[in-house]
């Protein structure tokens, strides 16, 4: 939350389980739309609704490389629950999955740093 109003992102949305850690947003959240879709299908309708492409960030085999990626304007960057990642539906709702090149010796980075990189990702092409 505090990412996403750091980079002045049209809203947050929340798939599943409405509580959140509210405290790490240190009242950011005040100041940015939060919207909750009780299943991911419910977050698929709202997006085609709104005619906006899912992009998934996950280090999934096939995943796009964020780096070189031309994002969309207007798309919804998903990120996935803390070790799971993207679901199975999730994914296959998504436009792509985009991955972030890593080269230490862990796989992954935890949700909030793939989010504020995907974002700033976008910033560096359209702010």
């Excluded at 005619?51 to 780096?67: I, M, Q, R």
């Excluded at 803390?82 to 862990?106: H, K, N, Y």
């Amino acid at each position: 939350m505090r990412t996403a109003n750091a980079c002045n992102v049209a809203a947050v949305h929340v798939v599943g389980n409405r509580r959140w850690n509210r405290r790490g947003a240190m009242v950011t959240d005040r100041y940015l739309h939060l919207r909750h879709h009780a299943t991911s299908d419910d977050l698929v309708a709202w997006a085609a609704a709104e005619a906006l492409p899912l992009l998934g960030v996950d280090n999934l085999p096939g995943a796009v490389p964020l780096e070189g990626f031309a994002l969309p304007r207007d798309c919804v960057l998903v990120l996935g629950q803390e070790g799971p990642g993207l679901s199975d539906p999730v994914r296959a709702a998504c436009d792509v999955v985009l991955s972030i090149a890593q080269f230490g010796s862990t796989r992954s980075i935890n949700a909030a740093a793939a989010g504020a990189i995907a974002m700033h990702a976008w910033i560096v092409q359209h702010a």
